[in-house]
């Protein structure tokens, strides 16, 4: 009964289904309370059961003085009514194929809506960084002071971590004594390794920035240093070429 019982499950019977149908033509014919001795479970829900296999047209039911019962469909039926199923699948298939352009287009839409994340404190930020030092393409404006008081690096420490062996960085920096010391000092660690970079300056009347603009690999990054550190991540492609642009030609306009 257990190879029977499996091969029923593996055509859409639930295990309770697949002991119905078994016990229905082992018993020729049986009814719900019939059914109750070979299923621990309640009448009711037995009947649940028995109303939906009907209505699959898995069982059949005859009306006796006594009440209802219920005969399986035979061996025969039963491949008819699987013939009929799969008939159904495959139109359902075709319908679904017909329907792969607009759900492509709908898929395609949703690129355009920026996927936000937002980080708070230390060990979130730090989630961010860890991030830009993994990515092919840097392009930063930053306020190199800020982050080295931040993470208490010196300018070696800084080079150390914005330093990476692969891939390229493009910076526009603050103008400050310390920026220009990261900049002395990355020209020189640079040399080592297969990395491309250039910095530029921008005049200490901005001294406004106080915060980190990061475009890497399709992502935006805003990372605010003040009494509170929060970060914003928007992953979005059409946004990204748009800061990219604009990040270019504030990097042309500077000497």
Known sequence: MGILQNILIEIWLSQTEAEIFINCHKYGRLSVGGMNRFIDLPRTTIYGYVEKMVDKGLLITEKWIRGNYFRAITPDELIALIKDKKNQFDETIKKVEA??????????????????????????????????????????????????DFMQWTPLQAVKEFTHKTGDSFEILLDTPRAREYAMLKKKFVKKWNYTFRIKFLS???????????????????????DQLIGIEINNSIFYQTQKIIFEKLRESLK
Do not use: C
């Not at 395609?108 to 991030?131: F, G, H, M, R």
């Open 204 to 226: 200490t009347k901005n001294e406004y920035i106080q915060s980190d603009n990061v475009l890497i690999d399709g992502s935006y990054f805003h990372i605010a240093y003040g």
């Open 99 to 148: 329907m792969k352009p607009a759900i492509i287009e709908l898929a395609n839409q949703s690129k355009y809506i920026p996927k936000v994340q937002y980080y708070e404190w230390e060990e979130t930020i730090a989630l961010i960084y860890d991030k830009i030092n993994k990515a092919k393409e840097r392009y930063f404006i930053s306020d190199m002071d800020a982050i080295m």
